[in-house]
């Protein structure tokens, strides 16, 4: 009787191995079908590892079992088999954890300085650089006003430091190490640095895309009055992996997607694949720009591991997916086909209309958006101030056309 409730009490289990491992093999196929970001444990090679040690398990448990003539014998194989359910579970355990360190790692490895990209377009000497094709009317010579901004912006503002800075621009760039030197006249903070140095009074103007509420709801909270002058456009564009047969969504598909109601390509692309929707962290250009783009819609919570910190990062992470026809972003047209090219994404229309630079001029493209000089009021110097007439004229728009953005006072920006 004692060696039939062993039996029983092994068959029990490897029934429990045996239903984790089908468990397995379903899910691994299913998310491999649908292009799912899951733990590797839920892979179907996992699965039939299962089955076949579950079923080894099974076999050679009850021979042994069946063979045991003694309590001393079967205590031994009992714990033998206990020994290797134990490992098995401590196995998956250890694999899903694993797992997820990685993401982590993946997560935080995009906050990193991009220096190589800073250092091509270093001003006042790099090639990349605008150039007006004379000498410009305004100049400065001291008392320089100091300058920062988007990432995404930096050939702007590098380029007109160049033009109304000189070799004095030199001194501070490139800039070295996520934060750039102390106090630089060119600074490459990207948008959250440079928005908190322009509020801490360490910069004088920021070149960004509109501040989100969470921004200007800062600035308000420190007593500072943000000016706003907007000097050129851009568009705001969405990005999916080449192998995705959609070229295009409409406004309502992409809110839908990123408000978590739309999960899968099916309606979309006719392909059973789940979206992997990839986001930008809070106070990021393109963060404040998709949350402007969601208006009154609720942007859903990602998973840690579907927010990319670096610009460029979310680009990668959208070529790079394995289930590459699952991803989407979204970044700013001429940092996607430009200043960070990759040939595995492709820009998709919006409603129909392509963010090409004539659809921004003519207002078609309804992205399409300003960029800014952020100064605070009651701070601007004499220079400062001089500095954002300049902004406003015919000599800064060149400079901003041939930096490839549009100007503004085109058809569509006012």
């Not at 006003?145 to 501070?172: F, N, W």
Request: charged content about 20%; aromatic content about 12%; overall charge positive.
């Amino acid at each position: 009787m004692q060696l039939n409730s062993r039996v029983i009490f092994g068959a029990l289990l490897a029934l429990v191995f045996a239903a984790a491992s089908v468990w397995l093999l379903l899910m691994g196929l299913l998310f491999v079908a649908l292009g799912s970001p899951r733990p590797e444990w839920a892979a179907p090679a996992w699965g039939f590892v299962w089955f076949e040690i579950s079923r080894f398990v099974w076999c050679k448990g009850r021979a042994l079992f069946g063979a045991a003539r003694t309590a001393k014998k079967r205590g031994m194989f009992r714990k033998i088999w206990l020994g290797c359910g134990a490992v098995l579970l401590a196995l998956t355990v250890f694999v899903h954890w694993q797992n997820a360190r990685w993401q982590e790692q993946q997560y935080f490895s995009e906050d990193r300085f991009d220096e190589e990209f800073y250092q091509k377009y270093a001003p006042p000497s790099s090639p990349l650089l605008a150039r007006l094709p004379q000498a410009p009317s305004l100049t400065f010579t001291q008392d320089f006003p100091r300058m920062d901004g988007a990432k995404a912006l930096y050939p702007v503002y590098a380029a007109i430091a160049s033009a109304l800075y000189g070799k004095a621009a030199e001194a501070d760039a490139p800039c070295s190490g996520f934060l750039p030197r102390e106090q630089p006249i060119v600074g490459c903070r990207n948008t959250p640095g440079a928005f908190a140095a322009l509020l801490a009074g360490d910069i004088d103007i920021a070149f960004l895309a509109r501040p989100s509420a969470a921004q200007m709801a800062e600035a308000e909270k420190q007593g500072v009055k943000l000016r706003l002058t907007p000097i050129g456009r851009e568009a705001f564009v969405f990005f999916v992996h080449r192998s995705n047969p959609v070229d295009g969504l409409s406004s309502q598909n992409l809110r839908d997607i990123y408000a978590g109601r739309l999960r899968t390509w099916r309606t979309l692309s006719g392909k059973w694949r789940l979206v992997r929707a990839f986001q930008r962290p809070e106070g990021s250009g393109s963060q404040s720009a998709m949350q402007h783009f969601m208006g009154d819609e609720k942007l859903m919570q990602p998973q840690k591991y579907n927010v990319v910190s670096g610009m460029g990062g979310i680009v990668e992470r959208v070529a790079e997916y394995s289930h590459g026809s699952g991803a989407i972003g979204y970044s700013f047209r001429y940092f996607v086909e430009t200043l960070h090219p990759d040939e595995r994404v492709k820009i998709i229309a919006v409603d129909g209309v392509p963010p090409t630079r004539e659809n921004i001029r003519s207002g078609r493209y309804a992205l399409a958006s300003a960029f800014y000089a952020v100064t605070v009021e009651g701070r601007e110097s004499e220079h400062t101030q001089q500095l954002l007439h300049w902004l406003q004229g015919d000599e800064a728009a060149e400079i901003i056309e041939r930096s490839g953005y549009v100007r503004w006072g085109e058809a569509g920006g006012g």
